[in-house]
């Protein structure tokens, strides 16, 4: 006989006593009547007696005590019930991500100040107090100039510059040797107020210039130079610390007042990230003017000229463009 | 060991719910005593479901830890005994499943094994003539070997049902709850098992 599905399902319900009273009734009526289903009955009876007979296995006696060093293995193991471990990994995320969200904070704050070191307002007072100086140095253009290669537009630029140094009397004689040298005549004499000598020279970027390259020479005696220098209309002013001669050449070399401002801004930035950054990797990019920010601006090197240097005639007269610096020296003792 | 078949003697005749009651409050007692009232019969269905003693005991010793670290947590919307066998079957049917390939080559390398005796007991006992008498097969140490054999060569899903009903003696509401199926799975499922462990122990004898 071909197994039914249908009908072993029915018999092993039977078998089982899953079936109501009168499907039992129905089972036995078929099994009584049909020999082939009373065949195939018992042939199911068989299967089940087969497993059914099978003895029944003991646990091992000392199962308990295994239950009981398993679970000591595993408090060992974990130390802690599962909650306090979920409580521990969720803490742990919490700090992960507070340190996360405190190291962004760090982050954004550094770079705030470094902007705010860049374009902040100069406060009343923040550099010294000038005495009224009456005294302009007026420059004659200078037969010894040497002019910028590009001249447009320029109003020149106001700036002061501070010059920290230990002896006052040899930095007050190298600043005056200076002015001698760029031509702007031996007439300028410094206000003296407590322990500061104030110059004020204001003559042509050419000028300036010769006087920056003429106090190149005596600049590893000063400790500090700081450059503060008005924006052009209403911007802020900008204050460039640790000056090199370098950079004061070139700020002053520019040929507008915008250029300059420019200059000094981006320097401004450069002497910052090197003075603050680790290791100071920002100075490489200073000194090296390929490829790099510093680059894009023309930095032409002070330069000393003699009497009889040719001069190259000026494209465009700049005469009219005045550059007005203040150079203060302070004593750093 | 005295104090142990004492214990399980005594855990047979309390209620679970109350056994589980108390052990939900923290008593160790009555932990031991669920643990002794039910673990060779955990053991057994596993034993029947894996066929290695020493998977079957490690299988078991699982299963309680199981439980006593899920014991809080036991609400009591099926009974404790379904929810015990419920964290076995599913425990040993994980192993089973892993241990499948391994189980199957076991099995056929054992398959020749059977001597002349063995096939003419079985022989006769399947043959229509002859009664289903348990005890008899009980008897026959050979014929014990032999429906293990058959039993693990039945699909893990199969061989499971045909266990709980035919060797723990669950009812099919219980086996259904047990294995997570429905009711009419339950019925066709065995009824397919019982089938399929007559034509096993059939093409034993060919």
Redesign the interface.
């Known amino acids: 006989m071909k ?1 039914n ?1 249908n009908l ?2 029915l ?3 039977f078998m ?1 006593g ?1 079936l109501s009273v009168r499907q039992r009734t129905e089972v036995q009526r078929m099994a009584a009547h049909d020999p082939a289903v009373a ?1 195939r009955l ?20 000392d ?2 005590e ?2 009981k060093e ?2 000591e293995r ?1 408090t060992l193991l974990q130390d802690q019930p ?1 909650p306090a471990r979920r409580s521990a990994g969720a803490w742990h995320l919490a700090f992960r991500q507070l340190v996360s969200a405190a190291a962004v904070i760090a982050l954004l704050g550094v770079l705030g100040v470094v902007v705010y070191q860049i374009v902040r307002p100069v406060p009343h007072g923040a550099l010294l107090p000038l005495p009224d100086i009456g005294k302009r140095v007026s420059m004659s253009e200078a037969p010894r100039l040497v002019p910028s290669p590009v001249v447009v537009a320029d109003a020149g630029f106001t700036g002061r510059l501070e010059l920290r140094t230990h002896s006052l009397v040899h930095a007050g004689a190298s600043v005056e040797r200076a002015i001698e040298d760029s031509g702007l005549s031996g007439r300028v004499q410094p206000d003296i107020v407590n322990s500061r000598r104030v110059y004020q020279v204001v003559g042509t970027r050419e000028s300036v210039n010769r006087f920056v390259a003429s106090l190149s020479g005596a600049w590893s005696n000063f400790g500090a130079a700081t450059l503060q220098m008005e924006g052009p209309d209403s911007a802020q002013p900008v204050v460039v610390e640790s000056l090199t001669p370098e950079q004061a050449a070139s700020i002053v070399a520019q040929n507008s007042t915008e250029a300059s401002f420019e200059a000094a801004k981006g320097y401004a930035i450069t002497n910052y990230m090197a003075r603050n950054m680790p290791g100071g990797e920002i100075r490489p990019l200073i000194q090296d003017d390929s490829g790099t920010m510093t680059a894009m601006i023309v930095i032409p090197r002070p330069k000393e000229t003699g009497p009889n240097d040719s001069v190259p005639a000026s494209p465009v007269p700049h005469g009219k463009a005045q550059v007005s610096l203040t150079i203060v020296l302070l004593d750093a003792r | 060991m005295r104090e142990a078949a004492y214990l399980r003697a005594v855990s047979i005749n309390i209620d679970d719910s109350v056994l589980v009651q108390q052990s939900q409050t923290g008593d160790m007692m009555a932990l031991e005593r669920l643990i002794l009232k039910y673990q060779s019969r955990i053991y057994n269905v596993i034993l029947k479901m894996c066929g290695n003693a020493d998977d079957a005991a490690e299988l078991t010793q699982e299963a309680f830890v199981k439980v006593i670290e899920s014991i809080e947590k036991f609400k009591g919307r099926s009974s404790f005994y379904t929810w015990l066998f419920r964290i076995a079957v599913n425990l040993t049917l994980n192993h089973c499943q892993r241990a499948a390939r391994t189980a199957t080559r076991s099995l056929d390398s054992e398959e020749t094994d059977a001597d002349g005796k063995t096939t003419q007991l079985l022989k006769e006992f399947l043959s229509d003539s002859s009664v289903a008498d348990p005890a008899v097969l009980a008897q026959s140490r050979e014929l014990c070997d032999l429906a293990k054999r058959s039993l693990l060569v039945l699909e893990e899903p199969q061989r499971a049902v045909v266990v709980l009903r035919d060797i723990e003696g669950m009812n099919y509401t219980q086996i259904a709850d047990v294995l997570n199926i429905e009711l009419g799975t339950v019925r066709s499922r065995l009824s397919r098992a019982r089938s399929n462990l007559r034509d096993i122990l059939e093409s034993m004898v060919k």
């Open positions: 197994p599905p072993d399902e018999l092993c319900s089982d899953e065949r018992k042939q199911l009876e068989k299967s089940r007696a087969m497993i059914s007979s099978l003895p029944m296995a003991e646990a091992p006696v199962m308990l295994r239950i398993s679970l595993r599962l």
